[in-house]
């Protein structure tokens, strides 16, 4: 049982999610730079935060232009399990792999700072471990962070329980004040079809030691490496 | 032989920078203004192997693929001989 962490030019965020993997999760994991295309050994990969290739042209614009990627799509294609942070949601979405897009914050402010997010559903890979309904306390920072869809694809998402995290009050409302960058419906996360692929752009991986201000990210990862250990 | 591509979000999409230039012009005493929408333009120099109805082809492919992104942006391609 292996993580991959993707390393794009410009990524950022890449040995803060390999920490969490092999010190809070305890588990092998690997960086694997973008002109790789042999995933066979992983079965979760990770795509960081951080500004590939300068988020030239729009972000995540470029990387899925990557040699990775097209191994990355067949990976989730075969069921195994793709984990987008921030920029690695932005290269998601551009890559198709998650329908919508992240367009500018709605105030044109890069924001770094705690959030809170709600999860929405406990039937996903990533949130198993948690109950619908609870409240993460964890950091966002970006500035291409507004989620938007037309009319079907959100009712789609809708439809198959597929938004994964939106943003909330501490006490777990769901308000317009509590969005922090314009996102439809407040939406700060969402998983595919299959549920195994899934993007976000708050950063669990900052959040998973309490010297950090916040250990809500880790029953994230460790809901996905339980479903990782019984899937393999 | 020069390919010009402009890429533009699409009605609907808020353009928050776009905003925030009508403001400041507005600030400025620009006056008359009813919306600001920024987008992309984009200069290809081609070199000429390929005739105008192909360049067309292959620019407009490159911007639907790769210059716009078709969930929030139109584009549009002018072939210059």
Known sequence: MKFGVIVFPGSNCDHDAYHVISKHVGLPVDFVWHRETDLSTYDAVILPGGFSYGDYLRAGALARFSPVMNSVKKFAESGRFVLGICNGFQILCEAGLLPGALIRNRDLHFIC?????????????????????????????????????????????????????????????????????????????????????????PHPERACED????????????????????AV | MKAKVYVNLKSGVLDPQGKAIQHSVELLGFSGISDVRQGKYFEIALDGSLDQQRALESVEKMAREVLSNPIIEDYRVEIEA
């Open chain 1, 211 to 230: 010297l950090l201000g916040s250990s809500d990210g880790r029953d994230i990862f460790s809901s996905l490496a339980a479903t990782v250990a019984a």
């Open chain 1, 113 to 201: 700072e705690h959030i809170h997010v709600r999860v929405e559903t406990s039937d996903s890979p990533y949130t198993n471990e948690l109950t619908t309904g609870t409240v993460l306390r964890i950091p966002i920072a970006h500035a291409e962070g507004n989620y938007i869809c037309d009319d079907n694809t959100l009712a789609e998402l809708q439809r198959e329980d597929r938004i994964v995290f939106r943003y909330c009050e501490p006490d777990g409302a769901v308000t317009d004040t509590a969005n922090p960058n314009g996102s439809r419906v407040n939406i700060a996360g969402i998983c595919s079809r299959e549920r195994n692929v899934l993007g976000l752009m």
